[in-house]
């Protein structure tokens, strides 16, 4: 996860809180300002938290790149927050913690969903090109090209029809008020799934029966 910015904020502070590696960091001057108590007791607090063992220094420390500062500065990630936040006794404390474990447990969804998409995309690639491998030798170099075009054309449908199974078909043009979906919309979602060129064949109605179903629904 790349280091970003989000901002936690509620009736008594506001705060940049940077995420890096699945967690939030704060340095001390934040916790002084979350805390609402002199950066001294934070400091204090910070060092009996590593002196007795309660954590690991190494592991729950980073020198992060702020803007206006010549040097890095030092954070503390959510476990010496919350573990300050106790020994501080600070309402803040219970506020800050369930904003972040919201807020990373969004994140890590959206990291799942977005390397599950790359996984399908890199699957059906690898679909594709053994299917060109086993092609090769029984076509023409023409016809392969042409089999493949076919197939490579029809990933797109077959990405909709995926999304149509897991109910998160979008459909352009929806009216969000509206129940129910009519034939237009139907229409445009079919027309998704032609050729870049012209078919003669495709998603051709035959006396607007597919109209008169859609009706029925």
Same mark, same amino acid.
């Given at each position: 996860?790349?280091? $970003?910015?989000?901002?936690? $904020?509620?009736?008594?502070?506001?705060? $940049?809180? &940077?995420?890096?590696?699945?967690?939030?960091?704060? #340095?001390?001057?934040?916790?002084?300002?979350?805390?609402?108590? @002199?950066?001294?007791?934070?400091? =204090?607090?910070?060092?009996?938290?590593?002196?007795?063992?309660?954590? @690991?220094?190494?592991?729950?420390?980073? /020198?992060?790149?702020?803007?206006?500062?010549?040097?890095?500065? !030092?954070?503390?990630?959510?476990?010496?927050?919350?573990?300050?936040?106790? =020994?501080?006794?600070?309402?803040? @404390?219970?506020?800050?913690?369930?904003?972040?474990?919201?807020?990373?447990?969004?994140? *890590?969804?959206?990291?799942?969903?977005?390397?599950?998409?790359?996984?399908?995309? %890199?699957?059906?690639?690898?679909?594709? !090109?053994?299917?060109? #491998?086993?092609?090769?030798?029984? %076509?023409? +170099?023409?016809?392969?090209?042409?089999? %493949?075009?076919? !197939?490579?054309?029809?990933?797109?449908? *077959? +990405? %909709? *029809? +995926?999304?149509?199974?897991?109910?998160?078909? /979008?459909? /352009?043009?929806?009216?969000?008020?509206?129940? /129910?979906?009519?034939?237009?919309?139907?229409?445009?979602?079919? &027309?998704?799934?032609?050729?870049?060129?012209?078919?003669?064949?495709?998603? *051709?109605? =035959?006396? &607007?029966?597919?109209?008169?179903? !859609?009706?029925?629904?």
């Amino acid at each position: 996860m790349k280091n $970003e910015i989000v901002i936690f $904020e509620n009736q008594n502070v506001k705060l $940049e809180v &940077n995420m890096k590696d699945e967690t939030v960091w704060l #340095n001390q001057m934040q916790m002084a300002e979350l805390f609402d108590k @002199d950066r001294t007791v934070i400091t =204090r607090h910070i060092n009996n938290i590593f002196k007795e063992g309660e954590l @690991d220094k190494e592991t729950n420390v980073q /020198k992060l790149h702020i803007p206006n500062s010549d040097k890095p500065v !030092i954070f503390y990630n959510l476990d010496v927050i919350i573990s300050v936040g106790y =020994r501080v006794k600070s309402k803040n @404390d219970v506020a800050f913690r369930k904003w972040a474990n919201k807020i990373l447990k969004d994140y *890590l969804i959206k990291g799942y969903t977005v390397n599950e998409k790359r996984l399908k995309a %890199l699957e059906k690639t690898i679909k594709l !090109i053994d299917i060109a #491998n086993r092609l090769d030798d029984r %076509l023409e +170099d023409r016809d392969a090209k042409g089999v %493949l075009k076919v !197939i490579t054309s029809y990933t797109k449908a *077959l +990405d %909709l *029809l +995926d999304d149509y199974d897991h109910k998160t078909l /979008k459909i /352009k043009g929806t009216n969000k008020s509206s129940e /129910k979906i009519d034939y237009e919309e139907c229409m445009n979602v079919i &027309n998704t799934l032609k050729f870049n060129e012209n078919s003669d064949i495709f998603a *051709l109605e =035959r006396d &607007n029966g597919f109209k008169a179903i !859609i009706d029925t629904i």
